[in-house]
């Protein structure tokens, strides 16, 4: 069974449109983040939620939103996509904050 | 702001060892150091950490200068399979964060 996994893998979509990307989680772990990989392959941290409550939240626009509904699943919902938002984003989880991340395989995003 | 400096990229020939060194220099009492590696585009994976002690696993060992300012990731018999690109990362024990520099590309060769 795959530890942290994402839906959909791959996502090709139109400017404007909103869509949502799935993660779940099957070790147990308290801590769920999302990460954003651009072309440059740099990864940045968006999002981290503890026990379903939000606590990193970086320099992100506001039309991405994380919905945690419960501690093994976080969900990314993003409105009026834009170009700019073509990458990688990957899910990750860990037990409490301090300990080590295990990353999901990644959904890539294509904004035509 | 990542605060680990790597060389872009390194060639290790397969079956021999690879050594990827990073420095760290700004690094806090008790901040630890970790590697991870992203094979073509694959979700990162966990190597290995350490705060200042030489540590070793299944996967690599870690060796941690005594002045704790870099340290060498140590791949002893590299293969084809750890091509990829290798990210030393330094970081609380209570942080979230990780922040990824731009890593070391480590092509192994046959």
């Known amino acids: 069974d795959t530890a942290v996994s994402q839906t959909p893998k791959y996502l090709v979509t139109q400017m404007g449109n909103d869509k949502s990307i799935k993660c779940e989680q099957n070790?147990?772990?308290?801590?769920m983040y999302w990460y954003k990989q651009d072309s440059k392959k740099f990864l940045k941290i968006m999002f981290s939620y503890n026990n379903k409550e939000l606590i990193i939240n970086e320099t992100v626009p506001n039309r991405f939103s994380p919905k945690s509904p419960d501690k093994a699943h976080l969900n990314l919902h993003i409105n009026s996509l834009e170009l700019g938002d073509s990458a990688v984003y990957f899910c990750?989880?860990?037990?409490?904050?301090?300990?080590?991340?295990?990353f999901g395989a990644g959904t890539r995003l294509s904004v035509l | 702001d990542a605060k680990t400096t790597q060389p872009p990229s390194m060639d290790c020939a397969e079956g021999r060892a690879a050594n990827l060194p990073c420095n760290h220099s700004?690094?806090?009492?008790?901040?630890?150091v970790y590697w991870y590696r992203q094979i073509h585009s694959q979700g990162p994976q966990y190597i290995i950490h350490g705060l200042k002690n030489n540590e070793t696993n299944e996967m690599a060992s870690l060796i941690i200068t005594e002045d704790r300012k870099s340290s060498t990731l140590i791949l002893p018999h590299a293969t084809l399979r750890d091509t990829a690109v290798y990210y030393c990362i330094v970081r609380e024990p209570t942080g979230n964060q990780f922040y990824f520099g731009t890593g070391t590309s480590l092509t192994v060769i046959p």
């Open positions: 700004t690094i806090s009492g008790n901040e630890y």
């Open positions: 070790l147990g772990h308290d801590t």
């Open positions: 990750a989880s860990s037990q409490d904050r301090g300990n080590i991340q295990y």
